[in-house]
């Protein structure tokens, strides 16, 4: 049984970071491709970052150039570390395995960029 556990979100102010970490059991992290989707209030969840099982990261536009998302194998954990936060970056963000038609999610941790 595929489990997600995500942790690390808060209220921030903008301009500022935090670290989302997600936590992976019943998988190997490296053998699969991990996501981080976000859902902001009366939103649609919408894909944010992954990282494949090759490692290779990739992001959505809006993301790009101030959210990193990495991969500790020995800890089976991934993580999404969000720079120059803004307020349309608040959202609830989960961690998601897609494979073989099946998604499987976390329960998401809260992020609330506000002054």
């Known amino acids: 049984q595929v489990q997600l556990v995500e942790s690390g979100g808060g209220l921030v102010q903008p301009g500022g970071s935090l670290t989302l970490s997600c936590v992976v059991k019943g998988i190997t992290v490296s053998d699969n491709t991990i996501a981080w989707y976000r859902q902001a209030p009366g939103k649609q969840r919408t894909w944010a970052a992954q990282?494949?099982?090759?490692?290779?990261?990739m992001y959505t536009d809006s993301v790009k150039g101030r959210f990193t998302i990495s991969r500790d194998n020995a800890k089976n954990t991934i993580y999404l570390q969000m720079n120059s936060l803004k307020s349309e970056d608040t959202a609830v963000y989960f961690c998601?395995?897609?494979?073989?038609?099946?998604?499987?999610w976390g329960q998401g941790t809260q992020v609330t960029v506000s002054s």
């Open positions: 998601n395995r897609y494979r073989n038609g099946q998604h499987d």
């Open positions: 990282i494949t099982d090759g490692g290779i990261p």
